[in-house]
């Protein structure tokens, strides 16, 4: 397999995942790389612009995002 079977791979990383703002509970959706392993980032609501913890764990197959308050 060519180019596309790589690129094919490269999509697979990408998941999207929906979730509610713990703040407002306003719902959202958040695009997510598995191929950068387990990550922890920050991101505002859309919608109140408080910042949402993101905690995504990953062994670039199975994972797992913690949703959280910047202060928990």
Not at 43 to 60: K, Q
Request: charged share 35%.
């Amino acid at each position: 397999m060519g180019a596309s079977g790589g690129e094919g791979r490269a999509e697979k990383m990408l998941e999207s995942q929906e979730y509610d703002c713990p703040y407002c509970g306003e719902p959202g959706e958040v695009v997510l790389d598995l191929s950068g392993g387990d990550q922890d980032y920050f991101e505002d609501c859309a919608v109140c612009c408080r910042p949402i913890r993101f905690g995504l764990h990953t062994d670039g197959e199975a994972w797992n995002l913690e949703v959280r308050r910047e202060d928990d």
